[in-house]
């Protein structure tokens, strides 16, 4: 199984901030990874997929960039409905697999 | 819009089954396929299962191989996910989620907590 891998675990920032969140595939997927936000209680929510497609009404302000092993979920000017928990996932190959998540947090 | 509505909340005694359904609205349901993806309290998402809506063909995680049945009713635009064996372990949220086609979810349902305890 592919194993993904984030950093950080969590992170601090303030309304307004530039945050970079890494995942790391442990082999090869192309452009094959997406991103979904998750606020308590809720189901996740896709952002982004193919590694740096914005899906329709998420805000610019997202951005996703990488290919093969290493890729970037960056927000800029962060926003108070932004806190919240952020996953990769890799769809190169069965079984799909996430990455352990990042929580935003308000610093 | 697209909407997946699931059943609600279970409980159940170790080694019993539960069965989820998650009905699809607001696109032609055999024109994409679904995933199943559970949360335990705490935990990351984990991929389960995978049905084509239109050819019924299914795809699960060796983790679940032996235990789970994918199934659908396409009359009633329905997915059904049944987990067998069931152990303290098994609790968690269980999210139906449409798969877009190249892997990746959206929407989803808003998920069904499944407690398995004695």
Do not use: H
């Amino acid at each position: 199984d592919i194993q993904m891998t984030q950093s950080p675990s969590s992170v601090s920032a303030s309304v307004g901030d530039r945050v970079t969140i890494t995942c790391r595939a442990s082999q090869g997927i192309s452009s094959w990874l997406a991103w979904y936000q998750q606020k308590p209680g809720k189901a996740p929510k896709l952002l982004i997929s193919a590694a740096s497609s914005l899906e329709s009404g998420v805000p610019s302000r997202f951005s996703g960039s990488g290919s093969g092993t290493d890729f970037t979920l960056t927000i800029s000017r962060l926003q108070p409905e932004d806190f919240a928990t952020y996953y990769c996932q890799q769809a190169d190959s069965f079984p799909y697999t996430f990455g352990q998540g990042t929580k935003l947090e308000i610093k | 819009q697209v909407q997946l509505v699931q059943s609600g909340a279970e409980v159940k005694k170790p080694g019993a089954s539960v069965k989820v359904s998650c009905k699809a609205s607001g696109y032609t349901f055999a024109s994409y396929a679904m995933q199943w993806v559970r949360q335990a309290p705490g935990q990351r998402l984990e991929w389960m299962a995978w049905i084509s809506a239109g050819t019924g063909n299914t795809k699960s995680s060796q983790k679940f191989q032996g235990r789970i049945t994918i199934t659908r009713d396409t009359s009633a635009s329905t997915v059904y996910m049944e987990l067998s064996s069931l152990r303290s372990e098994d609790t968690a949220v269980y999210y139906c989620a449409r798969d877009l086609g190249g892997g990746w979810f959206d929407p989803w349902g808003l998920g069904t907590l499944v407690t398995v305890s004695s």
